[in-house]
Protein backbone atom coordinates (compact mmCIF):
# COMPACT_ATOMS: atom_id res chain seq x y z
CA UNK A 1 0.00 0.00 0.00
CA UNK A 2 2.70 2.48 0.71
CA UNK A 3 4.46 2.30 -2.47
CA UNK A 4 0.50 2.88 -4.36
CA UNK A 5 0.41 5.91 -1.94
CA UNK A 6 4.20 7.03 -2.88
CA UNK A 7 3.31 7.10 -6.47
CA UNK A 8 0.08 8.52 -6.58
CA UNK A 9 1.35 10.95 -4.38
CA UNK A 10 4.51 11.62 -7.30
CA UNK A 11 1.63 11.91 -9.50
CA UNK A 12 -0.16 14.48 -8.13
CA UNK A 13 3.25 16.70 -7.65
CA UNK A 14 3.95 16.23 -11.40
CA UNK A 15 0.39 17.09 -12.09
CA UNK A 16 0.57 20.44 -10.34
CA UNK A 17 4.01 21.52 -11.61
CA UNK A 18 2.64 20.48 -15.59
CA UNK A 19 -0.47 22.82 -14.55
CA UNK A 20 2.05 25.87 -13.23
CA UNK A 21 3.94 25.20 -16.48
CA UNK A 22 1.17 25.40 -18.75
CA UNK A 23 -0.24 28.56 -16.81
CA UNK A 24 3.49 30.45 -17.19
CA UNK A 25 3.25 29.53 -21.20
CA UNK A 26 -0.61 30.65 -21.06
CA UNK A 27 0.79 33.67 -19.29
CA UNK A 28 4.04 34.02 -21.85
CA UNK A 29 1.67 33.59 -24.70
CA UNK A 30 -0.62 36.41 -23.57
CA UNK A 31 2.29 38.65 -23.34
CA UNK A 32 3.53 38.07 -26.69
CA UNK A 33 -0.33 38.63 -28.07
CA UNK A 34 -0.48 41.95 -26.41
CA UNK A 35 3.23 42.82 -27.22
CA UNK A 36 2.82 42.09 -30.85
CA UNK A 37 -1.06 44.53 -30.94
CA UNK A 38 0.89 47.11 -29.35
CA UNK A 39 3.76 47.01 -31.98
CA UNK A 40 1.07 46.50 -34.91
CA UNK A 41 -0.84 49.49 -33.37
CA UNK A 42 2.48 51.63 -33.43
CA UNK A 43 3.55 50.53 -37.12
CA UNK A 44 -0.30 51.82 -37.78
CA UNK A 45 0.38 55.22 -36.43
CA UNK A 46 3.77 55.98 -37.75
CA UNK A 47 2.43 55.14 -41.57
CA UNK A 48 -0.82 57.41 -40.78
CA UNK A 49 1.52 60.17 -39.51
CA UNK A 50 3.88 59.38 -42.92
CA UNK A 51 0.53 59.90 -44.72
CA UNK A 52 -0.59 62.95 -42.62
CA UNK A 53 3.50 64.22 -43.14
CA UNK A 54 2.66 63.53 -47.15
CA UNK A 55 -0.50 65.78 -47.00
CA UNK A 56 0.89 68.27 -45.13
CA UNK A 57 3.50 68.45 -47.12
CA UNK A 58 1.56 68.37 -50.30
CA UNK A 59 -0.54 71.68 -48.83
CA UNK A 60 2.21 73.86 -48.13
CA UNK A 61 3.50 73.09 -51.74
CA UNK A 62 0.04 74.52 -52.85
CA UNK A 63 0.26 77.24 -50.61
CA UNK A 64 3.52 78.24 -51.74
CA UNK A 65 2.31 77.99 -55.75
CA UNK A 66 -0.81 79.94 -54.90
CA UNK A 67 1.49 82.73 -52.74
CA UNK A 68 3.68 82.82 -55.90
CA UNK A 69 1.08 83.16 -58.21
CA UNK A 70 -0.16 86.05 -56.04
CA UNK A 71 2.49 87.84 -55.91
CA UNK A 72 3.47 87.51 -59.45
CA UNK A 73 -0.04 89.09 -60.24
CA UNK A 74 0.42 91.40 -57.93
CA UNK A 75 3.89 92.87 -59.38
CA UNK A 76 2.16 92.22 -63.04
CA UNK A 77 -0.83 94.52 -61.78
CA UNK A 78 1.79 96.86 -60.27
CA UNK A 79 3.67 96.97 -62.96
CA UNK A 80 0.79 97.70 -65.26
CA UNK A 81 -0.98 100.17 -63.21
CA UNK A 82 2.18 102.19 -63.40
CA UNK A 83 2.73 101.56 -67.22
CA UNK A 84 -1.14 103.16 -67.90
CA UNK A 85 -3.76 103.96 -65.68
CA UNK A 86 -6.25 101.58 -67.14
CA UNK A 87 -6.52 98.00 -65.61
CA UNK A 88 -7.38 96.59 -68.93
CA UNK A 89 -3.91 94.96 -69.25
CA UNK A 90 -3.94 93.73 -65.40
CA UNK A 91 -3.78 90.00 -64.61
CA UNK A 92 -6.37 88.55 -63.35
CA UNK A 93 -5.12 87.15 -59.19
CA UNK A 94 -8.08 84.38 -60.00
CA UNK A 95 -6.49 82.93 -62.63
CA UNK A 96 -4.42 80.06 -62.42
CA UNK A 97 -1.57 77.82 -64.40
CA UNK A 98 -2.91 74.38 -63.82
CA UNK A 99 0.31 73.32 -64.77
CA UNK A 100 1.98 74.74 -61.93
CA UNK A 101 0.31 72.35 -59.30
CA UNK A 102 0.71 68.76 -61.56
CA UNK A 103 3.71 67.41 -59.92
CA UNK A 104 2.26 68.11 -56.16
CA UNK A 105 -1.28 66.75 -57.24
CA UNK A 106 0.56 63.43 -58.41
CA UNK A 107 2.92 62.94 -55.16
CA UNK A 108 -0.58 63.24 -53.35
CA UNK A 109 -2.16 61.00 -55.59
CA UNK A 110 1.04 58.55 -55.09
CA UNK A 111 1.09 59.22 -50.74
CA UNK A 112 -2.94 58.04 -51.42
CA UNK A 113 -1.97 55.22 -53.47
CA UNK A 114 0.93 53.58 -51.21
CA UNK A 115 -1.13 54.30 -47.79
CA UNK A 116 -4.31 52.41 -49.39
CA UNK A 117 -1.91 49.52 -50.95
CA UNK A 118 -0.59 48.82 -47.22
CA UNK A 119 -2.87 45.87 -45.41
CA UNK A 120 -1.08 47.23 -42.34
CA UNK A 121 -3.00 50.26 -41.78
CA UNK A 122 -6.45 49.93 -39.73
CA UNK A 123 -9.15 51.42 -42.15
CA UNK A 124 -10.96 53.39 -39.56
CA UNK A 125 -7.35 54.86 -37.95
CA UNK A 126 -6.65 55.76 -41.94
CA UNK A 127 -9.88 57.53 -42.41
CA UNK A 128 -9.67 59.55 -39.38
CA UNK A 129 -6.21 60.81 -39.94
CA UNK A 130 -7.59 61.67 -43.12
CA UNK A 131 -10.10 63.90 -42.40
CA UNK A 132 -8.36 65.45 -39.38
CA UNK A 133 -5.42 66.25 -42.21
CA UNK A 134 -7.88 67.37 -44.65
CA UNK A 135 -9.27 69.73 -42.18
CA UNK A 136 -6.20 71.89 -41.96
CA UNK A 137 -5.76 72.16 -45.48
Known sequence: MPKAQDYT???VDENECLKQEIN?????????INKITQQKNHITDLLCQNFAIALLRYRDKLELINTREALQNAQAWNFNENESDSD????????FD?????GTIAELADAI???????A???TVLTNQIKR????I
Open 98 to 102: QNLDM
Open 88 to 95: ENSLDIHN
Open 113 to 119: DRSLNDA
Open 121 to 123: ICR
Open 24 to 32: TVRTNQINR
Open 133 to 136: STRS
Open 9 to 11: TRL
